[in-house]
């Protein structure tokens, strides 16, 4: 199953605020890479870096769990999340590392993508799964916790 790009690394990065346990080093180096690959090349979502994403999430049941739910309520209202809920680039700043900062980058308009469009989420994913604890990183950013409010009030 194909998914779209913005609302699986959404689904996750809301799936890791919920997160109680926490990642193991493993998975803290997969989703490290994962940020480096979606970073280089994100055209390569659908051949490499989704099922590489997927294996991972579904490995840890917990999160597995959490990602269902958060994938199902992005789903329930075509993953239209108001922009303003999305962190901002100086909230970003503020809430990682510095060390952990990644370049952000947009894509080049192609048309009949919706992928144009995730860029924002993109690029925060990106920079929260470089960081060295992407689940503390995720907490440190109030605007994930406006997400779930909103997709509780418009998924009941």
């Not at 993508?113 to 799964?129: G, K, M, R």
Request: proline fraction near 5%; charge should be negative.
């Amino acid at each position: 199953m194909t998914l779209s790009i913005k609302n699986s690394l959404l689904a996750l990065l809301l799936a890791l605020t919920d997160l109680q346990t926490p990642l193991s080093e493993n998975e803290k180096s997969a989703l490290a890479e994962i940020g480096e690959q979606l970073s280089a090349d994100v055209d390569a979502w659908k051949p490499l870096i989704e099922p590489s994403l997927l294996g991972m999430i579904q490995a840890n049941a917990t999160l597995n769990q959490l990602y269902q739910i958060a994938l199902s309520q992005l789903e329930a209202v075509d993953g239209n999340i108001p922009d303003n809920l999305l962190p901002s680039e100086l909230e970003l700043e503020q809430a990682l590392p510095a060390s952990n900062q990644v370049v952000t980058r947009g894509f080049a308009p192609v048309s009949d993508t919706e992928d144009f469009e995730s860029n924002e989420i993109t690029n925060v994913a990106i920079s929260i799964l470089s960081t060295k604890n992407p689940t503390e990183s995720v907490k440190k950013l109030s605007r994930f916790q406006q997400i779930k409010q909103f997709l509780q009030q418009n998924t009941i």
